[in-house]
């Protein structure tokens, strides 16, 4: 990415009240993100409203700042966990990996072999799709915030 580690950690990892590059609202538990925090995620924006019962519920599990964040969201019947890390690129910006993994909490073993490829799938293409975001998430990150409530990531 054309941006400085900085800029894009800004954009990926400190959670905001709405992403308009997402299209989710985020309400987080504590003042600030950090290793620990605890969030739930709702499709939309919420406008003042409490989130719905059964929301998604999630965790940051790694915080380096400026080089690793990691999150635990956790979905009926199934755990993701998405890491993001960050390293200076030759160009003065920066790479992006994205990790993401899965863990089924229910089903056996026949179960999981059976929905493997799909759950593959639906994994790579997220990272492929999260990955053609990161542009969008600085750029939206870097809005003024007297641009309204759309400006953060």
Do not use: N
Request: charged content about 25%.
């Amino acid at each position: 990415m054309p941006f400085s580690r900085a800029r894009v950690w800004q954009a990926l990892a400190v959670l905001q009240p709405y992403c308009a590059v997402c299209d989710v609202s985020y309400v987080v538990d504590g003042a600030s993100t950090k290793h620990g925090t605890e969030f739930v995620c709702v499709p939309g924006r919420l406008d003042g409203q409490r989130p719905p019962r059964g929301a998604p519920r999630g965790r940051i599990v790694e915080w380096e700042p400026e080089h690793r964040v990691a999150t635990r969201l956790e979905l009926t019947p199934e755990v993701w966990v998405t890491t993001i890390e960050l390293a200076d690129a030759p160009d003065e910006g920066t790479d992006v990996a994205i990790t993401l993994t899965h863990e089924p909490l229910t089903g056996g073993l026949l179960q999981r072999r059976r929905q493997r490829k799909v759950v593959r799938k639906v994994a790579q293409e997220t990272v492929e799709s999260e990955l053609a975001k990161v542009a969008d998430h600085v750029h939206q990150a870097e809005r003024s915030p007297d641009e309204g409530a759309d400006s953060s990531a």
